[in-house]
């Protein structure tokens, strides 16, 4: 790639938000009064009138056509956790053979779509599919390949909410209503509330060449053969390791991409499989966090294939080395001001303890939601394959605070251990200060410093779900502590009249100690410092009552169970249909993914690993045959001969298995049936011929064998500084 399309560190501030109509330029572009109401909209909300649209529009028009934009398209998050959009031209041609560029207020706030072609879970029936697509201010409008996308959400002609940005935001809004309650009486009236989420992504970054050659990962993003590498990633060498080359390349680039699109993505680094990869932007409010990041995967595929390169999102994309995940850092603001932060004496910051307290519970109450909210195929492959949380949510909240929290608990004084400074014991190195949070990355849920990382989410996920879950979760809890306060303070004033405000602080802080006390003994069993992955904690954590949820069959029946419809449905997220809806979306989406898992498989084996063991064994059976008249028989030969020629038998008879067991599992209509025979049958059958193929590629030679081998992905060589070249190993065959 040439150095050009890379940014020099001079044009850092220029190249930054370039291609979106941000705040900065709706202010140079808009009316004083259109840019003040637009953004009072689009933090608090209120009616947008035809008059403010129109302005908006021709603003936008305008600024899009000077960037060379010639279409826009409402942009936004169907079920199936992707981004969609429909691209409509500015052109409007005129009678006498002209055109001009036309985009009216009505056009941007709002646009039609069929909702019965995007998962749908059944609210859309195809004779009534109506669905509209809805502009959302508080995400800015950006350029992308030509078009201006505008960030909207979907409902239908029902007005049920047919994406994922929808419950998300009706979840924001269930919390700053109940964060703004419990708040008052601490004496804090905040006028926002804001949820802050930083994704970490993880990807792999192989050649392209080798991705066009498996017809696994080019339909399901993941390979479903393949022997066991020579080198994993036992040596740690990868891990923060020298970024080679073209990957580095790439890395600018798409930093440069994303820089435009205004994602603040401000850390990159190798992770621990080879070829495996990390970025991080700044946390930002959830909604654009999570709009970024949908873009951050779609722009990071786009730029790797500019580079001879192949990025894989996949949650599992290859056995034996790491997963990919994605964490979803969390954390809450009242008027920019983030209430997570212990301050440096936990102990005595009493409104710390409160929020805490609520977020304990909600993880412990709501621990089934947050389980489904990330249940996929792909990550069942991943969770609790000892590189990622397993599938039972605990939380982690390094020393210092758990000992607060047991002291707490069993009502004994503590003193935090506050900063301290790390001694290496070299009296030239400078001052580092030790932080009161170890880090613990088996914990499926870790108190970082001064937010929660929920580390669970698959690298493909579209974070919506889950911190839909997790607000509304937090809602219930700062709900549950404002009431029980009210009505205690409601208790005192009935029988000691009406309190003076020193007196009703005092209580206030009285009451709500007795309910973190409460609710800390109540859900103590969440927490857990120790190791997630080893064996010991499943047994424990069971012992504790904890669910273990191993698999998305397991996870999505408890979406639809009747507390969790009943609790949605009080914080206004979502209703019965909703829910039911986002159960048969997800539920459906497991048999799809695995249905072309499992014809991926039959496909491979019947159309090249059949035919390739047959030529091999067929050429040494000619060898052996020679040979033997030549009387220069090799007992090896033989042996090798035998041996290929049962597997032949054996990966036939396995093949046939699984098709005859992805078929019958196809036919069924219950979504639920349907998945448990796709986790009961299905996936047996697929790991039976699996090792059974993989078992042949150590056998058979490597000019014959069809595909890739992991050895060639996860270490392909490079030649020079500007071209990838393939180790040419045997012949090459194309898919
Ligand atoms: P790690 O050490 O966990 O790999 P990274 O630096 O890769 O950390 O990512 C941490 C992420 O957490 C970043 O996206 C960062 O912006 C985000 N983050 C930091 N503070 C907060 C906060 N208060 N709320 C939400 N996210 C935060
Ligand atoms: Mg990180």
């Known amino acids: 790639m040439a150095a050009d399309t890379l940014i020099a560190s001079s044009q850092i501030e220029e190249v930054f938000g370039s291609h979106v109509f941000n705040k900065a ?14 953004q009072h909209i689009a933090e608090n909300g209120g009616r947008l009138t035809e008059e403010i649209a ?13 960037h060379g934009a010639t279409y826009y398209a409402h942009w936004f998050q169907p079920l199936n956790g992707i981004t969609s959009e429909k691209h409509n031209s500015f052109l409007h041609p005129l009678p006498d053979g002209r055109a001009i560029a036309r985009f ?13 072609s995007f998962p749908n879970g059944g609210l859309r029936a195809t004779f009534e599919a109506r669905g509209y697509t809805i502009w959302d201010p508080a995400s800015p409008a950006f350029i992308r390949n030509g078009v201006l996308c505008i960030p909207t959400a979907m409902m239908s002609y029902t007005q049920e909410t047919l994406d994922k940005r929808v419950p998300m935001l009706r979840s924001q809004v269930a919390l700053a209503k109940q964060a703004k309650r419990l708040l008052g009486y601490f004496g804090r009236e905040p006028k926002t509330i804001t949820v802050n989420i930083g994704p970490e992504q993880e990807y792999f970054i192989i050649t392209e060449k080798d991705f066009a050659q498996r017809p696994d990962l ?41 820089w435009e699109l205004g994602i603040p993505v401000i850390t990159k680094h190798n992770e621990v499989a080879p070829c495996q990869h990390e970025l991080a932007p700044q946390y930002e409010p959830a909604s654009i966090a999570i709009d970024h990041n949908l873009l951050t995967m779609t722009e990071i595929k786009e730029v790797a294939g500019k580079h001879g390169l192949t990025c894989l999102l996949h949650e599992k994309p290859f056995n034996f080395v790491n997963g990919s995940g994605k964490h979803s850092n969390w954390s809450l603001s009242a008027d920019g001001k983030n209430l997570l932060d212990p ?17 304990i519970s909600a993880v412990d109450k709501h621990q089934d939601l947050l389980r489904a ?12 394959a000892d590189e990622a949380p397993p599938a039972i949510i605990s939380m982690f909240l390094g020393d210092d605070l758990f000992e607060i929290v047991e002291a707490i608990i069993e009502g004994r004084k503590y003193k935090s251990h506050g900063k301290e400074l790390l001694d290496a014991g070299v009296p030239t ?35 919506s779900g889950c911190n839909m879950v997790l607000n509304t979760a937090v809602a219930e809890g700062f709900d549950l502590c404002a009431t029980a306060i009210e009505n205690k303070l409601q208790k005192a004033e009935s029988v000691r009249g009406k309190l003076s405000a020193r007196d009703k602080k005092r209580a206030v802080s009285k009451f709500a100690f007795a309910w973190v006390k409460r609710t800390l003994k109540a859900h103590r069993r969440i927490l857990f410092n120790g190791n997630g992955y080893s064996a010991a904690w499943e047994k424990e954590a069971k012992a504790r009552g904890l669910l273990n949820l191993k698999t998305t069959a397991d996870a999505l029946p408890y979406l639809i169970k009747p507390q969790n419809i009943l609790f949605f449905n009080k914080y206004k997220v979502m209703d019965e249909a909703e829910v039911t809806a986002r159960y048969v979306a ?6 799809f993914n695995l249905d072309i898992e499992a014809s991926c498989m039959v496909y491979m084996a019947r159309h090249f690993y059949l035919p390739a063991i047959q030529r091999f064994s067929a050429d040494l059976a000619m060898a052996v045959k020679t040979k033997k008249e030549l009387r220069a028989t090799s007992a090896a030969e033989v042996a090798i001969l035998k041996k290929t020629a049962h597997a032949l038998d054996v990966i036939s008879a396995a093949t046939d298995s699984l098709d005859a067991a992805n078929k019958k599992a196809g036919a069924i209509k219950n979504p639920q049936t349907q998945d448990n025979a796709y986790k009961n049958k299905v996936l047996p059958a697929m790991a039976a011929l699996r090792e059974e193929v993989d078992a042949m590629e150590e056998c058979v030679g490597r000019e014959y064998w069809p595909f890739p081998s992991y050895n060639r992905m996860l270490h392909y060589v490079k030649a020079s500084p500007d071209k990838i070249q393939i180790v040419k190993i045997g012949r090459d065959s194309s898919y």
């Open 25 to 38: 330029v709706q202010k140079e572009r808009l009316s004083r009064a259109t840019y003040k109401k637009l």
């Open 54 to 66: 129109n302005e908006v529009a021709e603003a936008m028009k305008e600024w899009a056509l000077e």
């Open 104 to 116: 009216s207020g009505k056009e941007l706030i709002q646009g039609e779509t069929d909702g019965s």
């Open 218 to 258: 080019i339909n399901c993003g993941r390979t479903l053969f393949g022997r066991r590498p020579v080198k994993g990633q036992q040596l740690s060498e990868h891990y923060y390791g020298t970024i080679r080359p073209a990957v580095d390349r790439f890395m600018k680039d798409a930093n440069k991409r994303l």
């Open 343 to 359: 301050s440096d004496t936990p102990e005595d910051n009493l409104l710390f303890l409160v929020i805490l307290t609520c977020v």
């Open 373 to 384: 909210s990330i249940a996929s195929a792909g990550n069942d492959q991943r969770l609790g």
């Open 429 to 463: 190195l400078a001052d580092a200060v030790l932080g009161t949070t170890d880090r613990n990355r088996t914990s499926p849920f870790a108190f970082t410093g001064n937010k929660f990382e929920f580390r669970m989410p698959g690298s493909q996920e579209n974070l």
């Open 586 to 591: 997800t539920a459906q989406q497991y048999a």
